[in-house]
């Protein structure tokens, strides 16, 4: 305990005033001769220490709660009868005070031993020790400093190793008070005490068993008690420390390389030592320590804070934070030789973000698509990645990651959180929670340690069940009636719903900023006509798509904030219908969207390219190299930076100029990025030189030789209706592209390329048969560097072109801009088809296709299930296909459109050798006209298809051949 030494210097000069010092027991001292032999002066009064009545003389008896010797019969009736000191009259004995005004310059007095507590400096570092629990260690051989100040009490705690005689001498400076020397058990009870002789107390307790004994310190006197104590022990084993000691706190660790060698220590009884690792970020640590002959020792690893990461041996640990770890071997109070080695496995490279940080917290949450499409992600040490995803009441999420080889160490950890970022379900593999609430969730990724890092790519899908009995109620989507009660959406989903009477639905969706959005409807026209539009603040319509087909689609360039898609049935109509949602752009982004994520890089080829990068928005393309190739990319651009990622989505280097040589084979991206708030216009530059022979570099959409391997020109990239498409005509290649239409529409492609001598045709072709094959519905084949194709799309298919080289040495770069513009068709209107409406260009100009009017025009097609898909009759129109069949030969026709009042069509079947009677006929009044013929001859028979009454329609045509 600590006290003023102001207080003691106090009391020192209180207690000189008490008068001249006296040689006998009871009278007063000071600085005055000295109390007789056998006294000790104590609170100004000469007085004999004692223990019991034996270390009294004469009549005197001992008072042990004071430790000295009074006179027999002592008893007191007041402070008169204590000669200066102060009458307990409870007991009738006198003692130094009974209250603190008994004490000089108030100081306290203790309530139990009746003392002045008298201000006091312990010196004694290992306080606090007043308690068995707090008994400070004592290490045998060793000596120990402090002082006992009124009414305290030390404990100390020796440790035996074996078997021995316990020795302890207590040292005190002067006689100020009654110093007592005990060996106590651990309920306090005294089991030997030490012997005052002169200013030495001495204590012997032979026959000790191993392991801990206590030692408890004390006086009865009122004044502080300097001492001096040193225990020794006889009888008990040698033991040799190793030369690491000191190392029995953390603080002392011994350094110790991980290095995976065995390294020699010595533990004492009682003993602890400390060793200290080094470890950097991602490190995984292995720590085995055990003792010699068979033994074992306690094995424990501390973290840099002091916390255990855990016991036992060998300890392995996962990816950890840099910092100091130490290593803690015992033993209990048996001797012990061992070994102990430490092995480490580095961490992780460094982690590198390849995905749109920040997105940490829910506000920062970016949204995923939920039709399983993998995102692109990671996570470094410590980091999460929260994605948002909107779902309709009762929807099940499944996610689920894959970790990109080389990119570092997980495990990661999937988890699903509530709109409040409260956790609902969590996972070390794939996550799915079903039933889930109706609104915004958050798909967090992270790792399952703080050292864990990782890039990955995720990919979530949401499932609506099946509707309830009631379609109307719209899975749990009802009431949406008005924007107030909206329901909210995804864009980028899908949502099947229906439109009961009197009903209408509304969906709300926000946007971050501008952007150009795609939203239709499709549902059968036959069985309901619906209307769409989007609305703005206060209901405002923004876009609306109000026709009479199987389809509905909408789209505008809209402001950031929040907007309202309305769905609703003409006069009260009634339907199902499918909605769909996409972010076709930023408004006026350039034409090589959507390339907004590395997944989605534009395939390009070298060549220079003038592009757009909206605020947000980073630009995306894709360029393909050969081992050992080289690559240049030059930026013009204000407040823009260029990077080059990996084939993994790693950082390869970055800044304008870029170049990176001597790389291996892949499939690299170039990322325009920056904090531009504004739409920036900026120009690229990519150059390759071959690290080979190659005299062609082609462009990262190979391999796009074939149909079944074309690259596709979506809806978000029409979403301005134009679109770019680059490419590399190397020799012997080809390339193509696809471009699905959802409705009627005028497609346009025009192909240009910057080498005359290297000419390029382009060809609008459809699959024909089962097989890899097509054939071409026009082409465009001239000889200057301009190709031109164009026609009319009746209803939803998809067009392909074919970009060929026709001849030359080099390898010109090429580019194809393809327009789609959607057309609205008034009730009882026919939009024609391609074989009718396509124009190619060449020396001459525009010329029509050939047209497929008339029986000598006959379009061809295959005996082995071949389908003419989006055509349509108009009024005055005619259709013809032709079909080679062997005598003997079955030959089926199916023609299927969607039959209402005015919109019949039928169809004929003509041999080879008659072109004025039809030999098969289908006129039936239903959506299927179905004709099977046996050849009589064989040739080419014709097929005809018109409308009846000079109706119109769209349908589609399929022939199948039977037979040897």
Known sequence: MMRGPGWWVGLLAAVLVLGACRDDEGEGCGDGPACAAGSQCTGGRCVRPCRADTDCTGDQTCDVTLGECQAAGGACASDTDCAGRHCLLPDARCVDCTAAQDCPGGVPCDATAHVCLVPCTDSDGSEPNDTVATAAPLAPGSSRTGTLCPADVDFLQVTLAAPGELQVVMTVEGAAGGPRLDLVDVGGGTLASGTLTGLELRLSAPGLAAGAHLLRLSTTGSSPTPYTLTATVSGTAACTQEA??????????????????????????????????????????????????????????????????????????????????????????????????????????????????PNDTPEQ?????????????????GDRDRFRVVAQAGDELVASTLMVPGSGDGPLVLALEDASGNEESTSTGPLQVSSLAVGTHFVVVQGANAGAQAAYRLAVTLTTPQAPADPCLDNGREPNNTTAVATPLVLGGTVSARLCADDEDRYRFTLVAPAVVRVGIAFTHANGDLDLQVLGPGDVVEASSTGVTNEEVAEAGLPAGDHVVRVYGYRGATNPYVLTTAVASCAGDDQLEENDRPDRATAVGPGSYALVRCPGDDDHLAVALAAGDALQATLTGPGLALELLDPGGALVTSGSPLSAAGLPAGRYVVRVTGTNAVNTDYALVLGVTPGDARVCVDDAAEEDDALALAREVGPASLADGRA????????????????????????????????????????????????????????????????????????????????????????????????????????????????????????????????????????????????????????????????????????????????????????????????????AFGVSSDDDEHVQYTATEAGAHRVEVYGFSGASNTYSLRVGVTGN
């Open 244 to 357: 690491g000691e000191p190392n029995d706190t953390p603080a002392q660790a011994t350094t110790l390389s991980a290095d995976g060698a065995a390294h020699g220590g010595a533990l004492c009884a009682g003993d602890v030592d400390h060793y200290a690792i080094t470890a950097a970020a991602g490190d995984r640590l292995r720590v085995v320590a055990a003792g010699q002959g068979g033994t074992t020792v306690d094995l424990e690893l501390l973290d840099p804070a002091g916390t255990s990461l855990g016991t036992g041996s060998p300890l392995q640990t996962g990816a950890l934070t840099a910092g100091r770890y130490v290593a803690r071997v015992s033993s209990g109070t048996t001797p012990r030789n061992y070994t102990i080695a430490v092995g480490i496995t580095q961490g992780a490279p460094p982690c590198r973000q390849v995905d749109a940080e």
């Open 365 to 381: 949450a970016q949204a995923v698509p939920t039709d399983g499409t993998q995102v692109d992600g990671a996570v470094c040490p």
């Open 724 to 919: 770019w498409v680059t490419g590399v005509a190397c020799a012997g290649d080809e390339d193509w592209v696809t471009v699905p239409l959802a409705g009627p529409s005028r497609i346009t492609a025009d192909l240009v390329f910057n080498a005359p001598a290297d000419d390029l045709d382009l060809y609008l072709r459809e699959r024909q048969g089962y097989g890899t094959q097509t054939r071409a519905l026009a082409s465009s084949n001239g000889t200057t560097t301009h190709e031109h194709v164009e026609g009319t799309v009746p209803g939803g298919t998809t067009v392909a072109l074919q970009v060929r080289r026709y001849g030359g040495t080099d390898a010109p770069t090429w580019r194809l801009e393809v327009g789609a513009q959607p057309l609205q068709v008034p009730d009882g209107g026919c939009v024609d088809d391609l074989p009718d409406t396509v124009v190619t260009a060449g020396p001459d100009g525009g010329v029509p296709g050939g047209r497929d009017d008339t029986f000598s025009t006959a379009t061809w097609l295959s005996s082995d299930g071949d389908t003419a898909s989006a055509r349509a009759v108009c009024a005055g129109n005619v259709d013809w296909y032709q079909v080679w069949l062997s005598s003997g030969q079955v030959l089926t026709v199916d023609l299927s459109y969607t039959w209402s009042t005015g919109h019949d069509l039928d169809l004929k079947v003509y041999k080879p050798s008659d072109a004025a009677q039809a030999v």
